[in-house]
């Protein structure tokens, strides 16, 4: 099966810029995780969604990041003015249910350098 | 709080010795853990899950929930399991709560 796609892989903008990120999952899957991972730190989650809901976005700083999933399928992830500190991989991955022990799998990533 | 510790942010072995990953981790209910492999160039792909109390490329892990540790093993270390390794805790909404990571660096 064709894995999580994301789009670009690669980004630099300026601070104050704005920037979207794209994210298909696997096909069927229906919950999809957005993480940011800073160098040399884990993957922190920002936002869950199962299907074209919110589950979880306790930690993603509403002033000026956004996510979607309208369709339940590709999401997009923004961020709007990005700062210096926002410099990190995103990574998107999705899993076929929410709970039990599904697996989640993980896209390439999209590498954000903010100057 | 929920909280996952790695100590060792690289481990440096021959190849044929030894490998322990060490994880902690504090949960105040039944933690469900993880670990997760990134190769170099790969994405991040699940390695075991203690539930499975399976054996992966020859790496156990034992939940130990008295030390509260989720220590990741291998009795003879292969140049190929050279990757970075996280250990992740997950919460019951799904929601995975990962460590630092640890470099694991295996020398021929």
């Known amino acids: 099966e064709a894995g999580v796609a994301q789009s670009p892989r690669y980004k630099i903008i300026e601070k104050r810029q704005s920037v979207a990120f794209w994210c298909n999952p696997i096909?069927?899957?229906?919950?999809l995780y957005w993480y940011q991972q800073i160098l040399g730190q884990g993957p922190k989650l920002l936002i869950q969604?199962?299907?074209?809901?919110?589950?979880?976005d306790s930690q993603l700083p509403k002033d000026r990041f956004s996510a979607e999933r309208l369709k339940g399928v590709d999401s997009t992830l923004k961020i709007q003015p990005a700062k210096l500190e926002d410099s990190a991989v995103y990574l998107c991955?999705?899993?076929?249910?929410?709970?039990?022990?599904?697996?989640?799998?993980f896209g390439p990533g999209t590498r954000l350098t903010v100057t | 709080a929920q909280r996952v510790t790695q100590p060792e942010k690289l481990l440096s072995v021959f190849k044929g010795a030894p490998v322990e990953l060490k994880c902690n981790y504090s949960?105040?209910?039944?933690?469900?853990l993880f670990w997760y492999v990134q190769y170099s160039r790969q994405r991040l792909q699940l390695l075991l899950r203690?539930?499975s109390r399976e054996s992966i490329k020859g790496f156990t892990a034992d939940l130990n929930k008295g030390e509260t540790s989720f220590h990741l093993k291998k009795p003879f270390a292969q140049e190929e399991d050279s990757a970075m390794y996280y250990c992740?805790?997950?919460?019951?909404?799904?929601?995975?709560?990962f460590g630092t990571g640890t470099r694991l660096q295996v020398f021929p």
């Open positions: 991955a999705s899993s076929l249910v929410q709970g039990s022990s599904h697996e989640q799998y």
């Open positions: 096909s069927g899957h229906a919950t």
């Open positions: 969604f199962q299907n074209n809901g919110v589950v979880d």
């Open positions: 949960y105040s209910g039944s933690p469900e």
């Open positions: 203690h539930i």
């Open positions: 992740a805790l997950r919460r019951y909404t799904d929601k995975l709560i």
